[in-house]
């Protein structure tokens, strides 16, 4: 006879598990001072390379940020508006609104784009809810804590690991670092031990046979399936110049923020106290230089003036390092800071943003098919099984142009009257820029308004039955109807 044992979770790492730990640790660990460069960057904390040849010594650690990466990537970040999930054939979508509400995506997801855009890339983990029949948890993790080994030729994570700290998770309530390996079968939660391993407190066996993590990458090529940032060398490279022009302007304003003044044929006791003691160069420029003696021959001295500083020349500088960025990150000018006497008129502000609508559209389409891809693998995680792959789930994003409502809803009252879409479809709603809060209340209010007026005719029909049915009374008699 044969009894079968069932198979144990093991409570230590395996030595294959540590070596990909070892592996994924150093893939980590060696992009890590990239990506805070960047975010140094964004955060305008980054150190400016100074030449050393017009920054006197006394003036190093005067610090001057210029924040155009920061406005750059926000400009971007800004048009990224997701705003539901739903499936593509029409049916009710309120599983895919309940994981949504439940995991706060529509507010999880713009932090997610912003990081994406900053460090190249973002990853979206996927796992089992706290509690049985609860919603799976999606949440977006940071590269600086994340990392992911990818398999180009299947498009997909074949390992991932996050190191992050414990946050109380032992019983002593010290904040320890904690690692989570991701595999296609299972999810490994491991703590240090003393002797300097890794204790395992969780394996989460989903069986899914694919990794649970998504990421958002950002600007992709064949050969970078990681992604790259928006604050690319070209952008860190004009900030520097740029912040080094405003770090001259501080310097010449210590300088020659005071006009700088000579004297010619002044007497010694023009620059002596009573006693006698030289006076400071400041009580001689405030005080005794505009009331100088004359001298022994009775000659005034001469007082004249050097021309003062004109910033005017490094501002045209920083002009133009605005214009440069401007077509860096496909902004309008004016958006960097950078005016004209003739300001431009609104058609021409849509034209110079066109660049930055086919960006956002861009990142649209590319982030709302790993989110759809997020999306199905929580349903897989809830349900146990794959969703059905005939039914697409469509992710509905806000119109990253900027048309005014007159304009979105003449355009949308020309295809209702041409019979292009129905009056009353909800294509008709997203087109005029009614968000998905406001359809799904135009939806309810079309929903009471059909109620109603199905009441008031059924009434209608009994009101007249009953007329139908009632005594009629003609020239006194009494009659039947």
Same mark, same amino acid.
Not at 452 to 465: Q, S
């Given at each position: =006879? ?9 409570? &230590? ?11 994924? +640790?150093?893939? =980590? ?33 005067? &610090? ?9 990537? /926000?400009?971007?970040? /800004? ?33 997610? &784009? ?9 990853? @979206? ?20 804590? =994340?990392?992911? #080994? ?19 998770? !032992? ?29 395992? !407190? ?8 694919? !990794? ?6 950002? +600007? ?14 070209? !952008? #860190? ?96 000018? &004016? #958006? ?13 502000? +849509? ?39 005939? +039914? ?28 292009? @879409? ?60």
């Amino acid at each position: =006879m044969t009894v079968s044992i069932p198979e144990l979770p093991l409570v &230590h790492l395996s030595d294959d598990e540590m070596a990909l730990i070892n592996v994924l +640790r150093a893939d =980590m660990l060696r992009d890590r001072w990239t990506l805070q460069l960047r975010d140094a960057y964004f955060n305008g904390e980054q150190l400016v390379r100074d030449l050393g040849i017009s920054i006197p010594p006394q003036l190093k650690g005067l &610090h001057t940020v210029i924040g155009w990466p920061r406005v750059g990537v /926000e400009s971007l970040e /800004e048009r990224l508006d997701l705003e539901a999930f739903r499936w593509g054939d029409g049916s009710d979508s309120s599983e895919l609104e309940e994981i949504v509400t439940a995991n706060d995506l529509l507010d999880e997801s713009s932090l997610g &784009h912003l990081d994406a855009l900053i460090y190249g890339r973002e990853y @979206i983990t996927i796992g089992s809810g706290d509690d049985d029949g609860s919603p799976p948890l999606i949440s977006v993790e940071s590269p600086l804590d =994340m990392t992911l #080994m990818w398999d180009a030729r299947i498009r997909m994570g074949v390992a991932g690991l996050r190191e992050c700290q414990s946050d109380g998770l !032992v019983e002593s309530g010290a904040d320890e670092r904690m690692i989570v390996l991701y595999l296609p079968n299972q999810t490994v939660t491991a703590l240090p031990n003393p002797s300097g391993g890794w204790e395992v !407190v969780d394996r989460d066996i989903h069986n899914l046979g694919v !990794v649970p993590i998504v990421r958002l990458a950002n +600007r992709q090529r064949t050969a970078d399936r990681v992604g790259k940032s928006e604050i690319t060398p070209d !952008v #860190m490279s004009i900030t520097d110049a740029a912040c080094r022009r405003l770090m001259g302007i501080e310097v010449a304003a210590e300088f020659f923020g005071a006009p700088q003044r000579y004297i010619l044929g002044a007497s010694e006791s023009a620059f002596q106290d009573a006693e006698g003691n030289a006076k400071s160069a400041w009580e001689t420029y405030i005080g005794r230089v505009l009331a100088l003696e004359r001298d022994e021959d009775g000659a005034v001295p001469d007082v004249g003036q050097f021309p003062a500083h004109d910033p005017s020349g490094q501002t045209k500088i920083i002009d133009l390092y605005a214009r440069i960025m401007s077509s860096q990150f496909g902004l309008p000018p &004016h #958006m960097l800071g950078y005016t004209t006497d003739n300001p431009a008129s609104a058609d021409a502000i +849509r034209s110079t943003e066109a660049k930055l609508v086919k960006r956002s559209e861009r990142r649209i389409r590319r982030f709302g098919s790993r989110w759809e891809e997020a999306m199905r693998l929580a349903l897989w995680v809830r349900d146990g099984e794959p969703p059905d792959r005939t +039914r697409r789930i469509e992710t509905v994003w806000r119109n990253p142009a900027t048309p005014t409502v007159a304009a979105q809803a003449d355009a949308t009252v020309k295809l209702v009257q041409a019979g292009i @879409i129905p009056a009353d479809s909800d294509v008709t709603l997203e087109m005029a820029g009614l968000s998905e809060g406001q359809r799904q209340r135009v939806r309810a209010d079309r929903q009471r308004a059909r109620g109603t007026a199905v009441l008031d005719r059924l009434a209608a029909l009994g009101e007249a039955d009953d007329a139908a049915r009632s005594p009629e009374v003609v020239d006194g008699d009494v009659g039947l109807g």
